[in-house]
C-alpha cells in the first residue's frame, strides 16, 4: 500500500519535504507500514521548475490534482491566506487529511478548517505554523491537557532573531542581513511579515486558538516588529549587557485573550539572552508542571521539512478536543513592577501615572519601574525581560 501525497508549493519548504520523505522513506514506511510518494506538485510558475521524478505531476493547476483519485494527503507549503484556504477546503471535502506550513492562512482559517476536517473525518495537522522544527503543537496537543498553561512567551520569528543576531555579533546592517535570511530560505515571501511582527503574530494567534480555543480580539492585539530598531541602538544596549529580541506573549486574563508581539531587551538573567539566529524559543507557564522551555530552529528547509513529516507520522490519531479558556493564576504576577528601558527624553512624558524612575543608566537613558504590563505606542520604551537589578545598581556610563 501507499500514501499518496500532493505537494502544494516547491520552494524552500517544499522542497525540504520531497527530499526528506525521498532520503528517509525506509524510516516512514516502518513507522506508517506503507510506502510515502509524493505524487503531485503544485507551482505558480511552471517554467521555472522540472519535476523531481517522471513519475510526479508537475502542474500550476490545482484543478488538476483535485481530479487525481488517488490522493490521500495533501501539504500545503504555498503562500497566503487564498487560494490555499479554498485548495484545502476543497481537498478535506474529498476526503482527504492535510497538513499546512502556511500560517497566514490558518491563523485566519483554522475553525474552517477543523470543523470541515471533523464532518470529513480527516486530519489538520499544522506543527509547521509555529516555530519551525519546535514540536510546540504536539506538546501542547498531546501532553499538557491537564494542566492548565496560563502564559506562554517565545522568540517566533526566525528571521528578526537572525537579523537582530547579525546586527550585534557582525556588524551587519539591517538590510544586508535581511537579504542573508532570504538566502537562507528564513524570510516569509514578502519579507515584511517578518520584520514588522505580522508572521510572530499570525504563531501566537494560532497557539491561542489552540490553548484558549480562541484568538485574542483586535483590541487586545499589540503588533511590533524590528524594522525600526537601528544598528547605533543594538551596539548602544549591547554595551550595557542588554539584547534586542523580537518576543510574543500571550495570556488569558479578565476573561479575554491578550497578545503582544514587541521587540524587548533582554537582561543576561534571562533564558531568551542565549537564543541566537534562527533559533526560536517557547516558555510555557502552566499550573502542575510550573515552567517549560523548548528551543530550537525556527525557520529554514528542513527544521519546516520536519514539522510537516512529524504530522504526516501523528496524522490519524485522535486529539483532545477540549480548549479551557480560564483565569490566569498569575493576576499577582501581572500587577507585579515590570522594568522597562525609557530611550530619549520624550519617553520621560509618555510614562504612565505611577511610573518610577529608578536610575539614569547612561545619557537620556533611564531604567523606569511601571506597575503591571503597558501597550507600546513608540520604541522610546522598551520592556526589559529579566532581573533588572544590576541595571538599577550599575554606575552611569557615557
Ligand atoms: N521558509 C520557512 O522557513 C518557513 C515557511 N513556512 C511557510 O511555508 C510556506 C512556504 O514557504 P517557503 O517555502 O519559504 O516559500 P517559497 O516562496 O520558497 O515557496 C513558495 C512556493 O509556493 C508556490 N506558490 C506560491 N503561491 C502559489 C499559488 N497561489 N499557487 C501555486 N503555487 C504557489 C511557489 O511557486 P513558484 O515557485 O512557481 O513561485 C513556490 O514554489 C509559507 O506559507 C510560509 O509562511 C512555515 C515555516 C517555515
Ligand atoms: N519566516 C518565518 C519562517 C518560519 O515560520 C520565520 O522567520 O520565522
Not at 217 to 228: D, T
Request: proline content about 3%; hydrophobic content about 40%; some cysteine.
Amino acid at each position: 500500500m501507499t500514501i499518496n501525497i500532493a505537494l502544494l508549493g516547491y520552494g524552500t519548504v517544499g522542497k525540504g519535504v520531497y527530499r526528506t520523505i525521498q532520503q528517509h522513506q525506509g524510516r516512514l514506511q516502518k513507522l506508517l507500514s506503507e510506502e510515502v510518494k509524493v505524487v503531485a506538485i503544485l507551482v505558480r510558475d511552471i517554467k521555472k521548475h522540472t519535476a523531481p521524478d517522471q513519475s510526479v505531476m508537475l502542474t500550476n493547476q490545482y484543478e488538476k490534482i483535485q481530479q487525481l483519485e488517488n490522493i490521500d494527503v495533501v501539504i500545503d507549503a504555498i503562500v497566503g491566506i487564498e487560494p490555499a484556504a479554498t485548495y484545502l477546503q476543497s481537498a478535506i471535502e474529498k476526503g482527504r487529511h492535510v497538513i499546512t506550513a502556511n500560517k497566514e492562512m490558518f491563523a485566519e482559517k483554522s475553525n474552517i478548517l477543523r470543523e470541515l476536517a471533523k464532518k470529513y473525518h480527516v486530519s489538520v495537522g499544522y506543527e509547521a505554523t509555529v516555530a519551525g522544527g519546535i514540536p510546540i503543537i504536539q506538546t501542547l496537543k498531546k501532553l499538557l491537557n491537564a494542566n492548565k498553561v496560563t502564559k506562554v512567551e517565545g522568540i517566533l520569528n526566525g528571521t528578526s532573531n537572525f537579523i537582530l543576531t547579525k546586527m550585534r555579533e557582525e556588524q551587519l546592517s539591517f538590510d544586508n542581513a535581511l537579504a542573508l535570511a532570504q538566502k537562507l530560505g528564513y524570510a516569509e515571501a514578502d519579507p515584511t511579515n517578518d520584520v514588522e511582527g505580522f508572521d510572530a503574530y499570525y504563531k501566537a494567534a494560532i497557539l491561542s486558538e489552540l490553548i484558549y480555543g480562541e484568538k485574542p480580539k483586535s483590541e487586545q492585539i499589540e503588533r511590533n516588529g524590528i524594522a525600526s530598531i537601528a544598528k547605533s541602538d543594538i551596539t548602544f544596549f549591547n554595551e550595557l549587557g542588554l539584547r534586542y529580541k523580537h518576543v510574543a506573549t500571550i495570556e488569558y486574563a479578565h476573561s479575554q485573550v491578550k497578545c503582544a508581539v514587541r521587540p524587548v531587551l533582554v537582561e543576561s538573567n534571562h533564558p531568551l539572552y542565549q537564543v541566537e539566529g534562527v533559533q526560536n524559543a517557547i516558555h510555557i507557564e502552566a499550573d502542575i508542571v510550573g515552567s517549560i522551555s523548548l528551543q530550537g530552529p525556527g525557520a529554514g528547509m528542513y527544521p519546516t521539512a520536519s514539522a510537516i513529516i512529524e504530522d504526516l507520522i501523528h496524522l490519524s490519531e485522535k486529539d483532545q478536543e477540549y480548549t479551557f479558556n480560564e483565569e490566569s493564576t498569575l493576576d499577582q504576577q501581572r500587577s507585579a513592577k515590570t522594568s522597562w528601558i525609557a530611550y530619549g527624553r520624550s519617553a520621560l512624558q509618555q510614562l504612565p501615572e505611577g511610573a518610577e524612575i529608578m536610575k539614569m543608566i547612561a545619557n537620556d537613558t533611564w531604567v523606569v519601574e511601571i506597575e503591571g504590563d503597558l501597550r507600546i505606542e513608540d520604541a522610546s520604551l522598551i520592556q526589559i525581560l529579566g532581573d533588572a537589578t544590576r541595571l538599577k545598581e550599575m554606575k552611569k556610563i557615557h
